[in-house]
């Protein structure tokens, strides 16, 4: 996986579940960009249901969210897909992702769910799909002054250190984050 600026990928709802995940995925949207973020309507809208009923979020919080999103990263929304969901031979539910990537010719989808999106289901759109870690470790690896400088960003706004922060991303991409613990010499995440 080569990435850059122009480097697109498709979020899948439950990478931009976890909050603490979403925003560091949204963080590094921002300038300078790492990458391109792209979703789609229905994306969105199961990120908003399982905010509610799954992390306690009102109605206009998950509301909020879900304008603030669209409002800041406008260009992320892709639409039009709905006639390559037939086409699409991955798990069912998972399929309007996928009908979304190749609708925007995304570089990779990202999904905790990868046996959703076998590699036979992928091939023949020429299309990658990841782990949430993988991913942002090779951003990291990419460009680790910038990675850092957006935890620190994160850390600044939630009025958490380091530790703190790294902390609470292990819970959903540990690798990525104790390998950020591991080169800043941080302990026990």
């Given amino acids: 996986m080569v990435l850059s600026g122009s480097f697109e ?14 925003d560091l995925f949204l963080k590094l949207a921002e300038a300078p960009r790492l990458y391109r973020p792209r979703w789609s309507e229905d994306i969105l809208a ?15 919080l998950a509301h909020y969210w879900q304008q603030e999103v669209t409002r800041s990263f406008p260009e992320a ?30 570089d990779s989808i990202i999904t905790f769910n990868l046996k959703h ?20 470790t090779a951003m990291y690896e990419m460009q680790p002054a910038v990675v850092i400088a957006k935890i ?23 690798a990525f984050s104790a390998r950020i613990a591991s ?3 941080i302990l026990g995440i």
């Fill in 9 to 22: 990928a498709v979020l899948d709802a439950c990478v931009l579940l976890p909050p603490t995940l979403c």
């Fill in 46 to 60: 199961e990120v908003r249901r399982n905010q509610v009923a799954k992390f306690g979020f009102t109605e206009d």
């Fill in 77 to 106: 929304i892709v639409s039009d897909y709905g006639s390559y969901v037939d086409m699409c031979t991955n798990d069912v539910p998972d399929r309007h992702v996928l009908a979304a990537a190749i609708r925007c010719e995304a």
């Fill in 117 to 136: 999106f076998a590699k036979s289901a992928l091939d023949p759109w020429g299309m990658e799909v990841s782990g949430p870690s993988p991913f942002l």
């Fill in 152 to 174: 620190d960003d994160m850390c600044s706004h939630r009025k958490k250190e380091r530790p703190e922060l790294l902390a609470v991303l292990h819970k959903t991409v540990p």
């Fill in 183 to 185: 080169d800043l010499g």
